[in-house]
């Protein structure tokens, strides 16, 4: 039975309820939350107490995030714009016309018969219009993944986070001190997002660990029952 990346997405509220990648694309916020996931994917190869073999129907067997980007300059006459490439099969799009940099205000629709998207108003002259197609992926094992797979793929996703945002921004607020505030020196700051990824990892160790005993265990009662 296939489950969606959104089940795995939607547990992550780190993720989630951020308010910078709340800023991008749907295209976007997908195709990284994908290169998270892949990371906390690669979680359940790395402990040798499980079973791999086991495992692969549920975990490793997925149809991936994949998008298609189509880009156009409007000619203030044209509201009909062909697709250069089949789209994906039920797949969703994103559509954005940009005018002066400034995204418009535009409703849409995907035509099948002609492989095409209608916009409307018609985009005006030298708009760019940049049009997304894309599948956010999915589980496609024959065994769904268990409550227990949800959690370790949706926390092992925080690790990568963290990590990019430690390169790439601060993610500690700046401290209140007398009405003023003071911002952490970077060797401070890069010394306590440390701690926190750090701390996640041995998180999301353990819950592999507790995973593991809890999958071998079952099957260790499972077995005894055999020779009773």
């Given amino acids: 039975m296939p489950i969606s990346f959104c089940e795995i997405y939607n547990q992550n509220l780190a993720i989630k309820d951020d308010p910078v990648l709340g800023k991008l694309s749907p295209p976007d916020f997908y195709q990284l939350s994908w290169r998270y996931l892949l990371y906390a994917i690669s979680y359940f190869y790395k402990d040798d107490t499980v079973d791999t073999n086991e495992t692969l129907p549920r975990v490793g067997q997925y149809t991936p995030y994949s998008c298609n980007n189509f880009s156009y300059t409007?000619?203030?006459m044209d509201d009909t714009f062909v697709l250069t490439s089949p789209a994906i099969i039920n797949g969703l799009f994103y559509v954005e016309v940009l005018v002066d940099g400034i995204k418009d205000d535009i409703t849409y629709q995907y035509v099948e018969a002609t492989n095409s998207i209608v916009i409307s108003p018609t985009?005006?002259?030298?708009?760019d219009i940049n049009i997304s197609n894309y599948q956010i992926g999915e589980f496609t094992g024959a065994i769904p993944l268990?409550?227990?797979?949800i959690t370790i793929l949706s926390e092992g996703m925080n690790i990568p986070?963290?990590?990019q945002a430690q390169a790439t921004r601060d993610i500690l607020e700046m401290a209140v001190y007398?009405?003023?505030?003071?911002e952490h020196s970077?060797?401070?700051h890069l010394q306590r997002v440390s701690a926190v990824v750090d701390s996640q990892r041995k998180y999301v160790d353990l819950l592999?660990?507790?995973?593991s005993y809890k999958y071998n265990m079952e099957n260790y009662m499972g077995l005894k029952g055999?020779?009773?």
């Avoid at 007398?178 to 003071?182: A, D, E, M, V, Y």
């Avoid at 592999?208 to 995973?211: G, L």
């Fill in 123 to 127: 985009p005006p002259l030298y708009a």
């Fill in 74 to 76: 409007g000619d203030g």
């Fill in 161 to 163: 986070y963290l990590e």
């Fill in 226 to 228: 055999n020779f009773s």
């Fill in 208 to 211: 592999i660990m507790e995973y």
């Fill in 178 to 182: 007398s009405g003023t505030f003071k």
């Fill in 146 to 149: 268990n409550q227990m797979e």
């Fill in 186 to 188: 970077r060797a401070e």
